[in-house]
């Protein structure tokens, strides 16, 4: 299942239109870069200690999460779920800009809570561009 969820995380990050870079580093290496979105541009890094939580998240459930954004200081991780019946569907809907992310939110004082959510993409040039996201309070 781990080969089928990466190779389907591939497929996804090439829909995307990522930098090709990004997509080779995960494809090789399992590298999962991180783009930080902010008004004045996108920032793409990798950062070890992100990479060491997706560990242990992908540990917990049965997912292969293939790119982190950071906007709006949350953390969107984009993720490949064992739910194959659903993949075909998630992708109409990815080339369509939509796609569901698993939230990291830490809002609440001391609490981690990991929140499915739909959110808005837009890609340019390689880089994701903005998130559109909804506030549901």
């Known amino acids: ?25 995960f494809k090789d290496n399992n590298k999962v870069y991180v783009s930080k979105v902010k008004e004045t541009g996108t920032e793409i890094i990798f950062d070890g200690k992100i990479v060491d939580m997706i560990k242990i998240f992908e540990q917990e459930k049965t997912i292969k999460i293939y790119h982190v954004v950071i906007f709006d200081s ?7 779920h064992k739910h194959k ?3 075909k569907k998630e992708k109409l809907y990815l080339k369509k800009g939509w796609v569901t992310v698993v939230l990291f939110d830490t809002s609440k004082e001391g609490v981690i809570e990991f929140i499915a959510r739909d959110v808005g993409i837009e890609v340019e040039n390689g880089k994701i561009k903005r998130l559109v996201t909804w506030k549901t309070e």
């Open 1 to 25: 299942m781990k080969d089928e969820l990466k190779q389907e995380a591939i497929k996804r990050l090439e829909i995307l239109k990522l930098d090709s870079k990004i997509i080779k580093d």
């Open 74 to 80: 949350q953390m969107y991780m984009l993720a490949i």
């Open 85 to 87: 019946e659903e993949w």
